[in-house]
């Protein structure tokens, strides 16, 4: 006998474990795919012996475009009316799930020997069909949260999973992946990361698919009803309102300064275990345990959001970020099992409150969504998480460009793979801290003095949007 299904007031199925393990599916699958551009830079720079300056500038140009692409796509959702047999948002996450079965692996087509023009063209050409593919997926994957529950409490759970969703699917590449591509020197061996990433991409798909299938979409996609009479939709208009958008920005800013320190420092912090640390294969185990704290605040997001707020809580965990990060420049890191385990020790903290902040993130961009129509008039699901993409994506790709620059400044050449030398080893024990810093300093100012959605003030929205929905219904 089927089990009974039970409904809430307004005769959806019960929120509950169901929903937060589908949304956390979800990202599981988006880093399926999404982990694998860690491993971008030293398998351009080392394994197919690309310029540092050469894959910067490409790798600059890629991103740039795209950032752009997301709030186009954004807004290509936004402006969709067509009637859907579930709903729109997981039509195009299925569409681009798809793609994702093999976008990553276009990115890790292992021709060492091919002439620099053309392995140009496979560098491009990959990296914008695999963005292209998870753009479809991602941009309304992170709107989905704000669609399917409007209680607070739920939306942190949501957030919640999805931040669980991310660290194991990020924990599965993270562990295996180092022991898997280097070989007992250190070096690299590129051509096992194309395999890799073909299966890391079935595995999205499936993952994908059972997030599909088990979301419930508790709240009207646009709850600002459509008449003949009403404008068209604007993007640039749009635009100006996310600008003018404190919680939207100030989760940006938030969101810019994780992802410098987390992509900004991924090339360095590799060459670091190559040639500092001299074990790579560490370097997965190492952040996996530096991790731990994340999974740990998970099961109590939701009740300390429900009594201190996410604001409240988020800003403190970005304080405790920037205390554990100084601890990164100036305490003694020798290149060691005693500089290691300091190390270890300050990632513990730093994740800790990183943690604090990465349960609650998505659900802050969820309330900035709300916020938006609270006092602009329209949702805008699409638009408003697309240009948070956006600014994230000229995070994750001007980061990397960037400190690779900063990496050829200080000594660092792809072609020598883990033989860097020990003062460009230091260099980059020493790069890796001071951006781990900037990221949280970014963090506490976006979440601490920008974003203006306290407890008080969220749930006032909150009331008064029902209030607003119900006599629109």
Excluded at 43 to 51: A, H, I, K, L, S
Excluded at 158 to 180: D, E, H, K, W, Y
Excluded at 329 to 334: A, E, H, S, Y
Aim: one cysteine or more; aromatic letters at 12%; glycine letters at 8%.
């Amino acid at each position: 006998m089927a089990k009974e299904v039970k409904l809430d007031e307004k005769g959806f199925r019960k929120f509950g474990m169901r929903d937060s393990i589908a949304y956390a599916a979800g990202d599981f699958g988006c880093n399926m795919s999404f982990a694998l551009k860690s491993y971008l830079i030293i398998f351009w720079t080392q394994y197919m012996g690309m310029d540092n300056n050469l894959y910067a500038a490409l790798l600059l140009l890629v991103q740039v475009w795209d950032a752009i692409n997301d709030p186009l796509i954004g807004s290509m959702i936004d402006a969709d009316r067509r009637q859907y047999k579930r709903n729109k948002f997981l039509q195009y996450i299925w569409l681009g799930s798809i793609g994702l079965l093999v976008a990553g692996a276009l990115c890790f087509i292992p021709w060492k020997g091919a002439p620099a023009m053309v392995k140009n063209i496979l560098f491009l050409a990959g990296y914008v069909l695999w963005d292209a593919f998870y753009t479809v997926a991602n941009v309304p994957y992170g709107s989905l949260l704000s669609l399917i529950s409007d209680n607070p409490g739920d939306r942190a759970s949501l957030s919640a999973f999805r931040s669980i969703g991310s660290l194991v699917g990020n924990m599965v590449a993270m562990i295996t992946i180092p022991m898997l591509i280097y070989d007992a020197s250190n070096n690299l061996m590129g051509d096992r990361i194309f395999i890799i990433a073909l299966v890391m991409g079935v595995l999205g798909f499936l993952a994908f698919q059972f997030m599909i299938k088990n979301t419930e979409i508790r709240c009207a996609t646009d709850n600002v009803k459509t008449t003949e009479e009403q404008p068209k939709f604007n993007v640039f208009k749009a635009m100006g309102n996310f600008m003018k958008n404190r919680p939207a920005v100030g989760a940006t800013l938030a969101a810019m300064g994780m992802f410098l320190g987390m992509q900004g420092a991924t090339a360095a912090t590799q060459v670091m275990f190559q040639s500092y640390f001299q074990d790579a294969s560490l370097q997965g185990l190492v952040s996996m345990f530096s991790m731990i704290p994340m999974l740990l605040f998970t099961p109590l997001a939701r009740k300390l959001v429900l009594k201190f707020g996410k604001k409240e809580l988020s800003t403190f965990g970005a304080l405790v970020s920037v205390v554990a990060c100084a601890g990164l420049v100036l305490l003694p890191i020798t290149p060691n099992r005693t500089g290691m385990l300091i190390y270890v020790a300050c990632q513990f903290v730093n994740n800790m409150g990183m943690g604090i902040y990465s349960v609650v993130s998505w659900s802050l961009m969820g309330d900035a969504i709300d916020y938006n129509e609270w006092k602009n008039g329209v949702r805008e699901e699409g638009t408003v998480y697309s240009l948070h993409s956006f600014f994230r994506k000229l995070a994750q790709g001007m980061g990397p460009s960037v400190v690779l620059v900063i990496m050829g400044m200080l000594g660092y050449v792809g072609a020598n793979g883990a033989n860097q030398g020990i003062e460009v080893a230091t260099n980059m024990r020493y790069l890796v801290a001071c951006l781990y810093l900037f990221s949280a300093v970014m963090q506490f100012v976006g979440l601490g003095l920008v974003y203006n959605l306290d407890k008080k003030t969220t749930e006032q929205m909150t009331k008064e949007l029902e209030a607003k929905h119900a006599a629109n219904a």
